[in-house]
């Protein structure tokens, strides 16, 4: 859960103090993500190996007190900004790590996206590697593309119309299991219209998925009859 900071003084309404409760909750998840950000984006400008960066990482997590799942979802979100113009929040010298304008389209946006995912990929793996830790991190990359609660104005509507292509790209790269895609399609499936969104946009890869299981396992049944199955 999230470590709550102390109320602010509620000005007598009934409920400003469970408002400023959830403030308090969103500003000090702001700090986190801003200093998962800060120390991702020094091993990305210092060319660290990812060794080197799981050590600065691992420091973050026991000052903070966090899981390295919740640290891998901030470093996957900031993973795919570096691909957008430089947040507002980032430092000056950080900001030199983005690019200085908006891609011209959405294959551009997705070969810059490509191509930092692969360095870092592994990184994400080693530390979403549980079915709920991999659903939490679709919920967050949803609040990322809606620019929801901690990540106001950073850009990630920008992602919005890639949003089924990204999911596609964790999952060939093995930060996303099926298994996990379909647990947050199916909980999603439950939820109020408007917060189906991101799972409309995802829809045609989520009946990928489904196809290819259901054609895998045919074929298992299949192969278990001819010891030798040759077809894909």
């Known amino acids: 859960g999230k470590a709550s900071g102390g109320g602010g003084g509620g000005d007598g309404d009934d409920d400003s103090d469970d408002n400023s409760d959830d403030d308090d909750d969103v500003r000090n998840e702001t700090v986190f993500r801003r200093e998962v950000a800060e120390t991702f984006l020094r091993c990305v400008k210092h060319g660290y190996a990812q060794a080197n960066a799981v050590v600065e990482l691992q420091g973050l997590k026991m000052a903070e007190n966090r899981t390295f799942a919740d640290i891998a979802r901030y470093v996957l979100m900031t993973i795919l900004g570096l691909s957008l113009p430089a947040p507002r929040d980032v430092t000056k010298e950080n900001a030199k790590l983005y690019p200085a304008k908006a891609a011209e389209n959405t294959g551009e946006l997705l070969k810059g996206i490509k191509e930092r995912m692969k360095q870092w990929a592994p990184l994400l793996t080693r530390f979403l590697k549980s ?28 992602l919005v ?12 790269m093995d930060v996303l299991s099926e298994v996990s ?10 939820a109020d219209e408007e917060d189906k969104r991101f799972l409309k946009l995802a829809q045609p890869f989520v009946e990928w998925l489904k196809d290819a299981d259901e054609e895998e396992s045919e074929g298992e049944d299949e192969s278990e009859e001819e010891s030798d199955d040759d077809e894909e």
């Open 181 to 190: 895609v379909l647990a947050w399609a199916e909980e999603k499936g439950a």
């Open 161 to 172: 119309p890639v949003f089924a292509k990204i999911l596609h790209m964790l999952y060939e």
């Open 131 to 158: 079915e709920d830790d991999q659903v939490e991190m679709l919920l967050t990359l949803e609040e990322y593309c809606a620019e929801d609660e901690v990540f106001r104005g950073m850009g990630g509507a920008h």
